[in-house]
């Protein structure tokens, strides 16, 4: 121990280095203190603290509306430690792992978790054993890169390390990742997502968490979000699910700089009643369905995907739509969706974004309209043409193309009409291929003075066969293979419709 007369000595600049050297001979230079292990016996010591060992618990984590920005520092950072009129003490040091750094005299000192003023009063705290009046400053010159942790509703969920622009230190002009660079880095946020409960949690000294909630849809609308969310290294994002799903702000979402690529290709399952029920490849440019479809350019929305299932067919409810999206908490969202406003009102919102995993489900109507079913026709939610077969008794028999919901009576026109000498005008045979794979046929008795309807006139589907039969005449002069010639022609042309099936 160094005894009073010779601690005045050391306050001198020129005399305590002098003497400090020949007594501690054997202290470890700065260079040698370089990445040193720390003492196992030895405790982290906050600011002016005593050397006493802790009593109370770690701090629980805390909810603040602002968080704190101070610099932590971490292994990796490069500090400069400056011990003011002993400049022999002055340098530089990269933090290990650890934490802890050697320095002249002190030994080894853990900075783990410390702002670079907490530092400095550590230091200066132990340098109070050997100077009167240690005057130390401790800078960063370099920090290390900030390794943070995205969780919840984005494209990829994981760790992720970011590093830094700019300098620190001798060149202060260093720039820190933002929350909105760090979701972009996980690939945007998804369409499940709840951006207005954000929350960032950030580790608050050696034992403590702050966590502090972020409403970015106020940055979507307003540019700003009113407190600095630049990250520390440790930081963890959330993004939570939604628990609604509102259709009006689903498309600002989707047009944010923090969602996902939109140009990334999703893929999607069309069920119900659609022409060609399956998984769909969408993408922003183009569409492209797995047993071909329509292509195009625009966002990858609801009505893209009922196009590349073939459009919807006369029996859709397209008021009462479905979309079954997973989530990353494994529950799945249900969102309600009513094209017929979209249709009527052009609400847009209601063609919703799709994204990757989503389920669309088109129900069956209870009750079909003649009037919106005739309007549904010319819409883009059906497909551009029908292929009906009309066979026998006719006067151009074969396959023809219709307009979606086309009704019987248009087909047995499209089809020249009936061959007046022959035909059975009465009623014809309507036979179909359900999505079951099962065949139905129905007798329906024809009525052209009748607008659409079930019994007399029904709106047909793709794939439909008309047989028109002889009337008694025709069949008793008929030879016994022209009797059955429209059954053949029947099977023919079910061939031709259905070879793809």
Known sequence: MLNTGLLKILTQSIMGVVVLTAVNVAAPSASQAQGQPVSPNRRPVLPNAQFTTPTTAPAAPSVSSVIDTNYLLGGGDLIRVNVFEVPEYTGEYQVPPGGSINLPLIGSISVLGLTTEQAADLISEQYKRYLKRPLISVNLLSPRPINIFVAGEVTRPGAYTLNLQGGAGNNPGVQYPTVLAALTTAEGVTLAADVTKVQLRRKLGRTGEQTVTLNLKQFIQTGT???????????????????TFNVAEARNLFAANFAADPTKPRTVAVIGEVNRPGSYLVTQGSTEGQNGGATGTGYPTLTRSIQLAGGITPQADIRNLKIRRPTRTGTEQTIDINLWQLLQSGDVNQDVIVQDGDTIVIPTATEINPAEATQLATTTLSPTVIQVGVVGEVKRPGSVDLKPNSSLNQALLAAG?????????????????NPNGTVTKRVVQVDFSKGINEQTNPILRNNDVVVVSRNGVARTGDTLGAI??????????????????
């Open 225 to 243: 979000i009113g407190q600095d969310i630049t990250l520390r290294d440790g930081d963890t994002i959330v993004v939570p699910t939604a628990t």
């Open 417 to 433: 009409g009936f061959n007046d000498a022959r035909a059975k005008s009465g009623a014809v045979d309507l036979i179909r291929l």
């Open 484 to 501: 059955f010639s429209p059954v053949g022609a029947v099977f023919g042309i079910l061939r031709t419709i259905f070879s793809g099936f």
